[in-house]
T-cell receptor, first 113, second 113 residues
Framework: DAGVTQSPTHLIKTRGQQVTLRCSPI?????VSWYQQVLGQGPQFIFQ???????GRGNFPDRFSARQFPNYSSELNVNALLLGDSALYLC????????????FGSGTRLTVV | SQQGEEDPQALSIQEGENATMNCSYK?????LQWYRQNSGRGLVHLIL?????REKHSGRLRVTLDTSKKSSSLLITASRAADTASYFC?????????????FGTGTQLKVEL
C-alpha cells in the first residue's frame, strides 16, 4: 500500500501569491489533517477533515482553507502569502476521526520570498 | 501554540545506551502519542498511550504516562545510530475533540557510534 502522498515536495512563491497543496491519504483512511511546521518547532494543527466535512480548525487566519474530495484526498489553499507562511506543510491521515495515530506524508516545503 | 515541552531539548548518547525523553503537557487528554522525525521530513508514529493506561511497550520503546502530573516519558533501549532523529510528543483532546494533535517542542537525539 502506498503511504500518504503529498505534492509538490518543494515550492517557491512570492509574497501575495496563492498556493495549493495536495494530499492523498492511505487507502481506507477517511480522515485527513494538515499541520504547519516552522523550522525548529513542533507541527501546529491547521485543519482536520473526516468524510468530507471539516472536523476541526486551528488558530490560523482565514487565508488558510482546505477541502476534502469524495475519494478522501485533500487540498490546502493559502491566499495572500506572507513571508511567515514559509514552513513545512504536513498532511496526515488516519482511519477514524479520533483515537488513532496518524500516518504522515513527507511534506511540502513552501518558501515565500 | 505548543501544548507542552519535551525535556531535554537535545540529547547525545553512545550506541547501545538507553535514551530517555520527557514530555509535559497542560490540559486533560484522551491520549498521548510519540512521533519521530528524520531531517525535517514526515513524522513517523511510534506509539499511542491512552489516558487510562500507565505504561506501554513496543519493541525497544517504553512509554509511561502520569496523568496526575501531566507528564509522559519515552525510553529507547539499546540505542542505535539509526535512532538519531527528533522526537515529539503530541496530545489529543478528550473524546469529541477530534484528532487535533498538539505537539511539543521536540527532543533532538543523536546516537554516536
Amino acid at each position: 500500500d502506498a503511504g500518504v502522498t503529498q505534492s509538490p515536495t518543494h515550492l517557491i512563491k512570492t509574497r501575495g501569491q496563492q498556493v495549493t497543496l495536495r494530499c492523498s491519504p492511505i487507502s481506507g483512511h477517511k480522515s485527513v489533517s494538515w499541520y504547519q511546521q516552522v523550522l525548529g518547532q513542533g507541527p501546529q494543527f491547521i485543519f482536520q477533515y473526516y468524510e468530507k466535512e471539516e472536523r476541526g480548525r486551528g488558530n490560523f487566519p482565514d487565508r488558510f482553507s482546505a477541502r476534502q474530495f469524495p475519494n478522501y484526498s485533500s487540498e490546502l489553499n493559502v491566499n495572500a502569502l506572507l513571508l511567515g507562511d514559509s514552513a513545512l506543510y504536513l498532511c496526515a491521515s488516519s482511519r477514524g476521526v479520533e483515537g488513532h495515530g496518524y500516518t504522515f506524508g513527507s511534506g511540502t516545503r513552501l518558501t515565500v520570498v | 501554540s505548543q501544548q507542552g515541552e519535551e525535556d531535554p531539548q537535545a540529547l547525545s548518547i553512545q550506541e547501545g545506551e538507553n535514551a530517555t525523553m520527557n514530555c509535559s503537557y497542560k490540559t486533560s487528554i484522551n491520549n498521548l502519542q510519540w512521533y519521530r522525525q528524520n531531517s525535517g521530513r514526515g513524522l513517523v508514529h511510534l506509539i499511542l498511550i491512552r489516558s487510562n493506561e500507565r505504561e506501554k511497550h513496543s519493541g525497544r520503546l517504553r512509554v509511561t504516562l502520569d496523568t496526575s502530573k501531566k507528564s509522559s516519558s519515552l525510553l529507547i533501549t539499546a540505542s542505535r545510530a539509526a535512532d538519531t532523529a527528533s522526537y515529539f510528543c503530541a496530545t489529543a483532546p478528550w473524546a469529541g475533540g477530534g484528532n487535533k494533535l498538539t505537539f511539543g517542542t521536540g527532543t533532538q537525539l543523536k546516537v554516536e557510534l
